[in-house]
């Protein structure tokens, strides 16, 4: 078991900087991967970006160049790092926590933080 919670959301304009943040209770270490994932009203949930316990990341074509994915095994944190934030990036955003022991796999999530992108 593990908890997460985000912080970092807002309101910002286009064009503008956030970053989230994302605590957990306990050492990240022995997740496979860490992510963000995000859900718009009427929307499914979906990826945003996810980062290895290597250190390999993955971002979704929508975000890729403006968002940056970090792991902080050390202080049990993963930062999201948004740039150039567009209207349709407005969501609310997720923490993931995944791990895989065969032949289960584990996924906990945090309660989410608004990310609102407008004038």
């Known amino acids: 078991q593990v908890q997460l919670v985000e912080s970092g959301g807002g309101l910002v304009q286009p064009g503008g900087s956030l970053r989230l943040s994302c605590a957990a209770s306990?050492?990240?270490?022995?997740?496979?991967?860490m992510g963000w994932y995000r859900q718009a009203p009427g929307k499914e949930r979906e990826l945003v970006a996810t980062?290895?316990?290597?250190?390999?990341?993955n971002y979704a074509d929508s975000v890729k160049g403006r968002f940056t994915i970090s792991r902080d095994n050390a202080n049990k944190k993963v930062d999201l790092r948004m740039n150039s934030l567009k209207p349709e990036d407005t969501a609310v955003y997720y923490c993931?926590?995944?791990?895989?022991?065969?032949?289960?796999?584990?996924?906990?999530w945090g309660q989410g933080t608004q990310v609102t992108v407008s004038s």
């Open positions: 980062i290895t316990s290597g250190g390999s990341t």
């Open positions: 993931n926590a995944h791990r895989y022991v065969y032949p289960q796999t584990y996924d906990y």
């Open positions: 306990r050492s990240i270490f022995s997740f496979n991967a």
